[in-house]
């Protein structure tokens, strides 16, 4: 009668210990599910922790310094001289017009005088039209629109086929410039091209490049990417000597402004 009484004891511890196994492992394999499921919706969604339903990421911010796979590290375009703009209004079409920016970077408004336009973007200078029509409408709604801008370019002159302004559309070094002009005459200097690059309105740097050397050569590692603005000029004769750094008059030395 003990032996048996002793079994059934054993039955019971035996059969509590399952038990309690089987919770533990319920528990944990339903909670697990619901963990994933957080840490899911967190990476799609930017939701916090602990969020209770899906929300979107935060938009891209307007200034072009947000979110940078969705182009928030590209610069806004900036409003400079000769940029032509529409400006129309919502509720007042008799103050529509179309402006253009004056060398001094302003713009002279229908009936509100002048406001500054240069090195603004569209939304500012929107902006400074709004304010600039307070006095004279309520509440203006003004929209803005870039009709025409001046398109990247550099300048070659001197001794190429066809010296003159082009426009820059894609990465372009000064041997392929060169090619673009119409390439070298019989009576340049192609060991002594020189590349201007403007520093600031009054100061320009220069460099000077072998190109006979480097293409002879195949050096075409060594050739010199091209900005915007850029001047490059290959002379019938040698130059003897050349500053880093030189005023924008003083270019006037070493080229014959006319060919271009």
Known sequence: MKKVSNFVRFLEVALLVLSCRSAVFAQSGHEEPNSDMRASQSCLTGAGEGGSSLTAAKPERADGLGNSMLG??????RLHASDVVEVTFTVAPEFNQILTVQPDGYVTLKDAGEVRAQGMTIGQFADAVRKAYTGYLHNPEVAVGLKDF????????????KPGKYELRSDTTVAEAVQIAGGFTSQSKH????????????????????????????????????????????????ISKISRFISRPSMAMYMNASQF
Request: aromatic share 8%.
């Open 72 to 77: 928030g590290c590209h610069p806004l375009y």
């Open 150 to 161: 001046e398109r990247p370019y550099f300048v070659v002159g001197g001794q190429v086929g």
């Open 191 to 238: 060991s002594q091209v020189v590349l201007f690059r403007r520093v600031n309105d009054d100061l320009l740097e220069t460099r000077l490049l072998d190109l006979k050397k480097m293409l002879k050569e195949t050096r075409l590692k060594e050739d010199a990417h091209l900005q915007p603005g850029d001047l490059i000029y290959v002379p019938q004769n040698s």
